[in-house]
């Protein structure tokens, strides 16, 4: 590719480059959300035109499909295919289990429906995204419009019994409105500081009624490839 990046991007575009090679002609690949995200899209479309490779594509979001489609990837739906061979997507966290909080760009619904169609899901990261607990970062539940007052009630209270550090809840926004996802839902920011026990968060909160989905990705995640800001890529 001749636009490569330097500064702050060069990691993240690093890190796509090494998750490209993964990819084999023929294969059904799932491509994830996010500006590490999109590095890769515009890496495998690179590759794939190079060395004719015959792909089919399935995005996580309206933003990474008109992306894909723009550079000439075969675009197809979930439902299109029967299972994926591999998805690579960013994360907001990683820790030293694979478990991943995501989420930061609202796609993290669409994100784990394909990740758990997938073979396997390949994280591509900076280093910033590795930590040894999770939690720094804000998890995201998306919720319904439909009682989204009484949903974060309810998320209240199965906070309070959490093992976690922080218990504030923001509504996101974009552009001083509540943000709507691809599903046409709402966001709940959780700032928990620390999660101590991710699984039993994950059960408490996806049981309420009124929660879709939280952005903690549990056992999906069997690779991490983080690109250094010198080029360097390292699979973990
Ligand atoms: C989108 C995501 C992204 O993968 C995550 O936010 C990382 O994004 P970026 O690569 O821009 O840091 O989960 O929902």
Sequence with gaps: MSDAPTGAEAGKFAAAMRAVE???DGMAVGLGT???AAWMVRALAARA???DLSLTCVPTSTRTGALAARLGLNVVSLDEVDGLDLTIDGADEFDPDFRL???GGAAHLQEKIVAAASRRLVVISDPSKQVAHLGAFPLPVEVTPFGHRATLRLLRRALEGADVD???ITLRQHEAVPLMTDEGNLVYDLHLRRIGDPEGLMRDLTCLPGVVETGLFLGLCDTVIIGHPDGRAETL
Excluded: D, N, Q
Aim: glycine fraction near 20%; hydrophobic fraction near 35%; charged fraction near 35%.
């Design 22 to 24: 993964l990819v084999e």
């Design 34 to 36: 996010g500006s590490t």
């Design 49 to 51: 035109a190079a060395e």
């Design 101 to 103: 909080i995501k989420g």
């Design 166 to 168: 922080g218990r504030e």
